[in-house]
């Protein structure tokens, strides 16, 4: 038997034998997360303004081909999440693909993929806050209050909430999901109303019409669709959440291929079939940046208090985005930590055994979002919201890389892999991988906001690479000394 099966014999071994995680990461973790938890959480994911919000402008850019964009970001998100939940089977842990990366690709791909991460949700974070000032300011009632001020507001209720326990964010999470699932549904049911009575929207008859006369599925040529990919990946970031929370639910074989199974249903549902009934009921040009698409037609077919209501739901959005970035980044830290490549603090856990170093860091990095939006309130949202598809892209891809190293060692007689498995391996990790480096490099074609982006990509890496050795030491001490033998 290979040193490698050994040690993962031993580490199955010292987990039953002591009870304590083949990953000191996952130790003193409860597991309050139910069923219905981890499956709003997944929904929640696949849900947020992305679609809300953002939808609107990329249907005015890419025309009705918007929904095959969606359609083909939506199957390469599922194989990402697929491929995720079965290294959760084979291995739960609160440091999901971290942990994955420090036993599949060794404690510098767990340094890359943790940080990378880490500037994903971090940055996101700031977005989020930003929209939720923007979309708190819609009310006349909040117009006074300061932009910043209504930021700070957000993170410190949010921050609350993530530090009393994780049964809290989970319940917080669940209700968030609920108002978006339940909006999308309403709103679904309106529209098929309208085209099925062929009803008057805004001056316009619903119907394929709306397509055909207004020129085509490609109005504007395939180069929109190409530019929307970038916006169309980030929707779809948060769906990697479902191997987070798989570290504190009882029964993660159980829980977690229900969740990522019905991932792909919901994406087909909610965010093609959204769309192309959004471009089935009105032309493209008639929808905005500026505005949610579904207001646009509810307003116009004279729903009441339509605009108010789809508000709330993207606010809703944007604080549950806010919340699960909390979350996971406090999880990925402390494991990150426990290895030696994050700062101390961020593995402390509190009473309540939450890991609150991490959560206090992320929030510490949000709270510079809070300058931003004091100092360029009107281009907070936009800086930060490139610079977080970056971050979005390398989870992925870090993902699909650990599944790939996890078949080959399977292959080997090493491991075993559970049934609950990523078809057409290793086929589908590669293309997937080329597809996302893809989205990457198609960036590029963006003269303004995409190749700005580009830029930082070395930026990062020069980063990256100063700040493994300012760590490397530490970590090769952790190696020696950790009870995790998994960080070697």
């Keep these: 038997m290979s040193e490698i099966a050994v040690d993962t014999a031993q580490d199955a071994a010292h987990q039953e034998a002591t009870g304590t995680p083949a990953d000191a990461g996952d130790a003193d973790y409860s597991k309050g997360l139910k069923a219905r938890h981890v499956n709003m959480i997944a929904i929640g994911g696949a849900i947020g303004t992305g679609l809300f919000l953002g939808a609107g402008g990329r249907l005015r850019d890419a025309g009705p081909a918007l929904a095959i964009?969606?359609?083909v970001c939506g199957v390469f998100a599922f194989f990402v999440v697929r491929a995720l939940g079965e290294l959760?089977?084979?291995?739960?842990?609160?440091?999901?693909?971290?942990s994955y990366a420090r036993e599949f690709l060794g404690e510098k791909g767990a340094y890359v993929a943790g940080w990378m991460y880490f500037l994903n949700w971090s940055t996101t974070g700031i977005a989020d806050i930003t929209a939720i000032a923007l979309y708190t300011h819609y009310w006349s009632l909040f117009t006074s209050i300061p932009q910043w001020v209504l930021a700070l507001a957000a993170l410190a209720v949010v921050l609350a909430v993530n530090l009393i326990s994780v049964k809290v964010f989970g319940e917080m999470e669940f209700w968030f999901s609920i108002i978006k699932v339940a909006t999308l549904v309403?709103?679904?049911?309106?529209?098929i109303f309208l085209l099925a009575t062929r009803h008057d929207v805004?001056?316009?008859?619903?119907?394929?019409?709306?397509?055909?006369?207004?020129?085509?599925?490609?109005?504007?040529?395939?180069?929109?669709?190409?530019?929307?990919m970038q916006g169309v990946i980030f929707a779809y970031a948060a769906l990697e959440l479902v191997g987070v929370a798989a570290g504190e639910t009882a029964e993660p074989e159980k829980v977690v291929p229900r969740a990522v199974n019905s991932i792909m249903w919901r994406v087909a549902l909610f965010y093609v079939g959204s769309v192309l009934l959004l471009a089935l009921l009105l032309p493209g040009s008639l929808y905005s940046g500026d505005e949610s698409p579904f207001v646009?037609?509810?307003?116009?077919?004279?729903?009441?208090?339509?605009?108010?209501?789809?508000?709330?739901?993207?606010?809703?959005?944007?604080?549950?985005?806010?919340?699960?970035?909390?979350?996971?980044?406090?999880?990925?830290?402390?494991?990150?930590?426990?290895?030696?490549?994050?700062p101390r603090f961020t593995r402390?856990?509190?009473?309540?055994?939450?890991?609150?170093?991490?959560?206090l860091l992320t929030c510490a990095v949000c709270v510079l979002g809070v300058g931003l939006n004091y100092l360029v309130p009107g281009k907070a949202f936009e800086i930060v919201?490139?610079?977080?598809?970056?971050?979005?892209?390398?989870?992925?891809?870090?993902?699909?890389?650990?599944?790939?190293?996890?078949?080959?060692?399977?292959?080997?007689?090493?491991?075993?892999?559970?049934?609950?498995?990523?078809?057409?391996?290793?086929?589908?990790?590669?293309?997937t991988i080329v597809f996302l480096t893809g989205v990457l490099c198609m960036m590029g074609n963006d003269p303004d906001i995409g190749r700005k982006t580009l830029l930082l990509v070395p930026v990062i890496a020069v980063m990256l690479v100063a700040g493994w050795f300012g760590v490397r030491r530490r970590v090769a001490q952790n190696s020696e000394t950790e009870s995790s033998p998994l960080v070697k």
């Design 69 to 71: 964009a969606y359609l």
């Design 88 to 98: 959760v089977l084979h291995r739960p842990s609160s440091g999901s693909f971290v």
């Design 186 to 191: 309403g709103f679904m049911l309106i529209g």
């Design 202 to 228: 805004g001056g316009h008859t619903p119907g394929v019409s709306m397509i055909t006369d207004h020129g085509g599925i490609l109005p504007h040529g395939v180069m929109p669709v190409v530019l929307v």
């Design 296 to 342: 646009t037609v509810l307003s116009k077919v004279g729903v009441p208090a339509a605009d108010d209501v789809m508000n709330l739901v993207v606010l809703t959005a944007a604080m549950s985005s806010l919340n699960s970035g909390l979350y996971s980044t406090g999880r990925i830290l402390r494991s990150m930590a426990m290895a030696g490549s994050a």
């Design 348 to 359: 402390v856990m509190s009473r309540s055994q939450v890991p609150y170093g991490g959560i």
């Design 385 to 431: 919201l490139n610079v977080a598809s970056l971050g979005v892209i390398s989870t992925w891809v870090i993902i699909m890389l650990c599944h790939l190293v996890f078949v080959r060692r399977a292959r080997a007689g090493l491991v075993a892999r559970p049934h609950f498995r990523l078809p057409w391996s290793p086929v589908t990790e590669i293309v």
